[in-house]
């Protein structure tokens, strides 16, 4: 249904670190940047990471971002209970002309 | 601060019609692509459509192709996502945002779309 496939969900302790993947193909991921959104229950998306690797100002060192082929890779460290929210990577499908988004994956910190 | 700031949402018909807008502020809007993505409750993002900062390029999903329509007043840092032949699947939480460099940097709160009978 998603073009781009992440886990459902994924959990951690607090102080822990998780990864997120996002799998896609030659017509997305692999052919362009990588994004990734955080939304907070009940609210709007937010930009975590850009450019596969780049954070905006004023997201912590704590989340980082990694690109290789067609698969994309979020990383949370020192987890805290406030990161508990769905996760979303999104990049740009060259033959499909259009956005492409990750079906989400819910983070829990246990 | 950038703002994007979305209204017109509410309730329709199956068939019927809506019109969103979405007022931009903080930011040269007339340089930017801007992006309609929507959620329906309790499920993911879906892209609808985008248009370029001059409108020389629009793209639509499969999902509204033919029946939603963008556009975008640069005079007015506005952003319209018009909306006919609503379907009762088409509910959702409709999402403006601001694209740079194909990555969706700032989004608005959203506005619910209803359509039911």
């Known amino acids: 249904q998603f073009v781009l496939t992440q886990p459902p969900s994924v959990s951690a302790a607090p102080g822990q670190k998780v990864t997120i993947s996002c799998s896609g193909s030659?017509?997305?991921?692999?052919?362009?940047?990588v994004s990734w959104y955080q939304q907070l229950p009940g609210t709007a998306p937010k930009l975590l990471i850009y450019?596969?690797?780049k954070r905006p100002s004023g997201v912590p060192d704590r989340f980082s971002g990694s690109k290789s082929g067609t698969s994309a890779t979020l990383g949370i460290t020192g987890l805290q209970t406030g990161d508990e929210a769905d996760y979303y990577c999104g990049t740009w499908d060259t033959s499909l002309s259009g956005v492409v988004f990750g079906g989400g994956t819910k983070l829990t910190v246990l | 601060e950038v703002q994007v700031v979305e209204s017109g949402g509410g309730l329709a018909k199956p068939g019927g019609s809506l019109r969103l807008s979405c007022a931009a502020s903080g930011f040269s809007f007339s340089t930017y692509s801007m992006t309609w993505v929507r959620q329906a409750p309790g499920k993911g993002l879906e892209w609808l459509s985008s248009i370029t900062s001059n409108s020389a390029f629009i793209y639509y999903a499969d999902s509204v192709k033919g029946r939603f329509t963008v556009s975008r007043d640069n005079a007015k840092n506005s952003l319209y996502l018009q909306m006919n032949s609503l379907r009762v699947e088409d509910t959702a939480v409709y999402y403006c945002?601001?694209?740079?460099?194909?990555?969706?940097?700032?989004w608005g709160q959203g506005t619910l779309v209803t359509v039911s009978s």
């Open positions: 945002a601001k694209e740079t460099s194909g990555s969706v940097d700032y």
């Open positions: 450019d596969n690797d």
């Open positions: 030659s017509s997305n991921i692999e052919k362009n940047y």
